[in-house]
Every structure is written in C-alpha cells, then in structure tokens.
C-alpha cells in the first residue's frame, strides 16, 4: 500500500500534489474529444438546465451556475441529488439534467438522473470513472482525467471538475452566441494555465497549512465565507475540515452575517474569507472583514497574492492571481492543505474519515 502513495504518508496528500497532472491530462481529455459539443448542443436544445450532485461534486456543479450565468447569461437549477423530488413536478422534454458525480456511481446522484429521465428529461454525465452507472444511463458522458481517488475526500477530482465545467459553459456560450470567438480564446487561455496555477498555489501554501493547523486544531467551530463566483469555493473549504479534521464549518455567503451567524463570533473564532480575484468582490468582503474584526474573528485570508485585503487578514495564504473562473483551482488547495494537516495533527486517518464512504451506493 506504501508503495501506492507514492512516498506520502497518505494518499490524501498524493492526490492533493497530484491535481496540476490531473488537471494538464483532464485538459488535453477535453481538446481532444467531440462529446463537449454535443453535449454543448444538448445544452443548446434544451428549454431548461438542471444540474445534480452530491457532496463535493455539487459545489463543483454550483461553481457551473455561477459560471453559467455570468458567462453565458442563462440561469442553471442547481439542486442536492437527494433532494431531487422537490424539482421533479415541473421537469419535462425539453430540459436536460446534468449529473455530475467522481464516481458515477452515487445512489443518490443515480436515482435523480433516473427520475429526470423518466420524465423525458436527456441526461448528461460528468464523471471520473468511465462507463460507471451514471454515465451509462446518460445520452452523453463527459470524463475528468484526475485517475483513482483513493482518498475518502475529494481533492483532485473537484478540480477537475470545475475546470471541465468551466469549458463546457464557455463551449455553450459561443455556440449560443453569448460571447465572441476571441472571448472564448480569452477564457480557454485563462483556463489552460490551471495546472500552472493549482502547482503554484499548493507549494505557496503547504508550509502555511502547517503551521495554521497547529492553531485550528484548537478549534471546535469556524466559517468559511466569500460571495458570488468564491462561494461555491468556500463550501468546498468547509467540507474540508468537517469530513476530515471533525471541526465544525459553516458556509453560506458572507453578506448573510449580520442576519444570524454573527452572534457565534467571538475572540479567537476562526473565519475562513475566500477572496475571488474581482474587485467588486473585495469592495463588499471589505465590509464583511472588518464586522467580523470587530467582534475578534481570527481572519484568515485565501486570497491572490494582488489582493487590496492584505492588511486585513491575520494569516494569508496567497494563490496565484487569475481570472475569477479559475477561483476553485487556486482557491481550493491551501484548504484542502489546512484540513489535511489538522487532521493529521489531531492523530485522525485522512484518508478513512469516520462515518464516511468514498462512494454512498445506497439512499
Ligand atoms: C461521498 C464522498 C464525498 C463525495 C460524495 C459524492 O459522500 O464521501 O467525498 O463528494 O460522495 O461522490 P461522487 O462520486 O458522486 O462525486
């Protein structure tokens, strides 16, 4: 078993240093494969767009929405696989659902694309494991390139995700016509650098990460906050830390803090702020800075390495800067880092987390 980790003590980390290989060969998957057209017409055809998961794969899908919309300027129904049911009334021919999942093989990812199916719904697939159940039952199947996760939480395989989502939205855009071939080449050159990036960002981080998780092991309770084209980002920080280092996360989109979770926040509690590279975005998460300040948050930053909110942050991972559409790619490393090491730290196994499954094949 060793001997498969490549020289790392578990295959967490190995997977975490593997994703800029992951995302070069996911990259060259995608260049050179005609079913990201088609699967960009189904879009094209289609009266509605769903789109499914579950656990870290639904923020790599919520990351396609925001993407969706900014780009393209058409709405995506994001939805948790589970929950499926409550979309189901109104699904009918003419929309497609795509069902994003590593494994292909989620019950609870399966059993939504079944019932969208069923209502005359066409299916498209994203997944890491080819002819998996999932991409079976589609009318198309798009593959990540990230090879086996061993690991119980997803690390390479949400990064891949995201940067194959990432072009179909851009492929869909032009095809609609929402943006020029030169925007296209604009974005697809922002993209083609995420191998360069995710490297970037994880050897500017680990020895952070370290350092950080020697304090967060302290912990019982943090938040993990951005707005817009971060958020989906900072959900994925949060699953981190819960699946892995059993500290209790929340995230939710920093502009909710004054309604509620703010009354937590005292001297000492750790707020996680992913900063996208936008200067809007650092405008408002200025204000969301300085209201936990003031209340004592320890603030940790997950910014470019550019940002305006240096100053503010009482620890800094830098990420490289990039266009916002990359965000998970430079965002997500250092986090991932940060739960792994605290995990670690507090003499838990990262790789078989309690109470968790790599693939839940049952409802
Ligand atoms: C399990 C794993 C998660 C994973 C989720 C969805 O809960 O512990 O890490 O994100 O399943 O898996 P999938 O294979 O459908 O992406």
Do not use: C
Not at 47 to 61: E, K, L, N, Q
Not at 201 to 207: D, H, L, N, Q, Y
Not at 225 to 237: I, Q, W
Not at 267 to 273: A, R, T
């Amino acid at each position: 078993e060793s001997a498969s980790k490549g020289g790392y003590p578990h295959f967490m980390l190995k997977e975490i240093h593997e994703q800029p290989r992951a995302l070069v060969d996911t990259l060259y998957g995608l260049s050179s494969d005609p079913t990201l057209r088609e699967a960009s017409k189904i879009m094209a055809e289609a009266r509605r767009v769903f789109i499914t998961a579950a656990g870290t794969s639904y923020h790599a899908s919520l990351h396609f929405a925001v993407a969706l919309s900014k780009i393209a300027g058409v709405l995506a129904t994001p939805f948790v696989a589970s929950e499926y049911e409550a979309y189901l009334p109104v699904v009918r021919e003419g929309d497609v659902l795509i069902a994003v999942s590593q494994s292909g093989e989620t019950m609870d990812t399966l059993k939504a694309a079944r019932a969208f199916k069923e209502r005359g719904a066409k299916l498209i697939a994203v997944s890491n494991v080819v002819d998996s159940a999932i991409p079976r039952e589609s009318d198309i199947a798009l593959y990540t390139r990230a090879g086996p996760e061993i690991g119980v939480a997803a690390t390479k395989t949400f990064t891949t995700q995201t940067l194959l989502l990432s072009f179909l939205v851009l492929d869909y855009a032009l095809l609609r016509g929402a943006i020029l071939k030169s925007e296209y080449d604009e974005y697809a050159r922002e993209l083609s650098r995420a191998s360069d990036l995710a490297a970037k960002s994880i050897a500017w981080s680990e020895g952070l990460a370290k350092k950080v998780s020697e304090m967060l092991r302290l912990k019982q309770s943090m938040y993990y906050l951005s707005r817009g084209v971060g958020l989906p980002t900072a959900m994925e920080g949060a699953l981190k830390i819960k699946e892995l280092a059993y500290i209790h996360a929340e995230s939710y989109p920093a502009g909710e803090s004054k309604h509620g979770p703010i009354a937590l926040v005292e001297e000492g509690f750790p707020v996680v702020f992913v900063v996208p590279r936008d200067v809007y975005y650092e405008k408002v998460l200025l204000g969301n800075i300085q209201e936990m300040k003031a209340r004592g948050a320890w603030i940790i930053g997950v910014a470019p390495e550019d940002t305006s909110l240096g100053e503010q942050f009482d620890l800094f991972f830098r990420v490289p800067s990039s266009h916002w559409l990359t965000t998970p790619i430079t965002h997500t490393p250092p986090m991932q880092l940060l739960a792994y090491y605290t995990s670690t730290l507090k003499g838990y196994d990262p790789d078989k987390p309690r109470n968790l499954a790599k693939t839940v094949t049952v409802e």
